[in-house]
């Protein structure tokens, strides 16, 4: 075993192809990109075809390549698992599925890994029973957890070579020129399958709403295309929101967003121009309802929204506070409403929004981030991927990405949710090391990380209850007591890849 800088035990055998995790910023790259494989066109040469069948046989797809998917569709998503679904009816095995995350729909991959015809996975997330398998030891490799950004970053220096990309697209033309902002399954942005298709060898593009040369917007264009294969259905848009856009009530939850907004307008960031990501779900989503009446009353305005996009924050772009946003992915049908018809809402890709390693992503931009928890401990490190039983159920997604390159990244939590406590001695998983997060927000106060003193001085006057970690981990555990430790065994289910390409921690099979 080797420890790396957090002190988490990695095993030997992984470190021929991943360096130990050594700080936030201890990875300089320098590289030249993949370009993937080009194949030319002539004229009179048709890209339709007449089934996922002829496109898999067509993309000379065989045993042991990498195919990969987009995840705009979340939980209505129809393209990966009948893909998959005809690529086992093919007999096709060992292959490597590349997904930019996985949903709670593609319970279907538990068959087709129990047959062999995927032995190996990278995604950013894992959930319900396939991450609940998966943890209890159905791989017999360890799956490759990555961050949007370090996703991008692996595409682009190949360590993840795509044979063949499966791209649903809601609105297509004949020669593959693709948007994600019109037709029936509308998904708003296609950010994350923007890098899948510059770098696959080959691209497929499967739509539900064939319209005539040339379609446009163009999103993914016609240069990156080598198929087009329409169907009947490419997903229900009505999942793409599930579970993400709730509207809190819940009293705890937004004590916790006004706390956070007391931090974002006390600090020293809120002023004319100022730019910030707000997360989907709960507190994170209520902060920027109460930032919208704090910027109305301020009269400030914010020059950029950057992320994963809701309505709220495109309704603050079309009220004038936010005067841009640029998206990577639509959570919700006023986001995709707006991608459609403001000119201020662009669509980036997954390496503009967060790839560490290219020449400047938008996250750098960044002045505040708010972002979520399923645990972070007392050294400030912060677990999204794993519950409190050491269960595969969420996504590393942009959250190290985005705390790394924001000037003050915040953490909203419950001190307890439900009767485990979310402040703990030591996360089950670290996926963003303590040194990429600033302050910690509950609903009865907040924490500053000692290496922010500037905030600790710029807060002090503010009206907001102040403690450590520390104080907060032990108030957690009076109300419920201290957690029992989970049991593992030795075995390595999942690498957690840190935006760099180095191992931050692994996960591994749970005892039964």
Not at 362 to 380: H, K
Request: hydrophobic share 40%; proline share 4%; charged share 25%.
């Amino acid at each position: 075993m080797a420890k790396n800088q957090l002190g988490r035990e990695i095993p030997e055998t992984y470190l021929n192809s991943f360096g130990l995790f050594e700080g936030q910023w201890a990875v300089h790259h320098e590289y030249k990109r993949s370009s993937g494989l080009v194949s030319s066109v002539k004229p009179g040469e048709s890209k339709l075809l007449g089934s996922i069948r002829e496109a898999i046989e067509k993309t000379g797809l065989k045993d042991g390549m990498t195919v990969s998917f987009h995840h705009h569709f979340r939980e209505g998503d129809k393209v990966l698992n009948m893909v998959m679904d005809e690529i086992a009816a093919m007999g096709i095995k060992n292959l490597t599925l590349a997904s930019s995350s996985i949903a709670n729909v593609h319970e279907p991959l538990i068959e087709h890994i129990k047959n062999g015809v995927v032995t190996s996975i990278t995604s950013s997330g894992l959930r319900d029973k396939l991450g609940a398998a998966i943890s209890k030891g159905l791989m017999g490799n360890p799956v490759i957890i990555r961050s949007h950004g370090g996703r991008a970053r692996a595409i682009e220096k190949d360590e993840i070579h795509i044979d063949v990309a499966f791209l649903g697209a809601p609105s297509a033309d004949c020669y593959g020129n693709s948007n994600g902002s019109h037709g029936k399954a509308n998904c708003g942005s296609l950010g994350y399958a923007k890098v899948d298709a510059e770098f696959a060898d080959k691209v497929v593009i499967i739509t539900d709403n064939l319209v005539p040369y040339p379609n446009t917007p163009i999103s993914i264009p016609q240069n990156h295309v080598d198929y087009v294969v329409e169907v009947e259905s490419i997903g229900d848009p009505n999942g793409i929101a599930k579970g993400a856009t709730r509207i809190t009530t819940n009293p705890k939850e937004l004590l916790i967003a006004e706390n956070a907004n007391k931090v974002i307008t006390s600090s020293p960031y809120y002023k004319d121009g100022f730019s910030f990501q707000s997360g989907t779900g709960g507190s994170t989503l209520a902060v920027a309802r109460f930032l919208q009446e704090s910027m109305r009353k301020d009269n400030i305005k914010a020059s950029f929204a950057l992320g994963g996009l809701t309505g709220h924050l495109c309704s603050m772009l079309e009220e004038g506070l936010i005067e841009k946003i640029i998206d990577t992915q639509c959570f919700d049908r006023g986001a995709i409403e707006s991608m459609k018809k403001n000119e201020n809402h662009y669509e980036i890709s997954a390496s503009f929004y967060a790839n560490p390693a290219n020449k400047g992503a938008a996250v750098n931009q960044l002045d505040v981030v708010v972002l979520s928890a399923l645990e972070i401990d007392t050294n400030f490190n912060v677990n999204v991927m794993t519950g409190s039983d050491g269960i595969i159920r969420g996504a590393s997604g942009g959250h190290s990405d985005a705390s790394a390159g924001a000037k003050m990244s915040m953490v909203l939590t419950p001190l307890i949710r439900g009767r485990i406590p979310t402040i703990v001695e030591e996360v089950n998983t670290i996926i963003t090391p303590g040194e990429s997060i600033d302050v910690v927000v509950t609903e009865i106060g907040i924490a500053i990380n000692p290496r922010r003193q500037d905030l600790m001085e710029a807060f002090k006057d503010v009206k907001i209850p102040k403690f450590t970690l520390e104080e907060l981990k032990e108030k957690a555990y009076q109300i419920v007591g201290r957690p029992d430790p989970i049991e593992y065994e030795d075995r390595v289910v999942a690498l957690i890849e840190y935006r760099d390409g180095s191992i931050i921690d692994v996960v591994r099979k749970v005892k039964e």
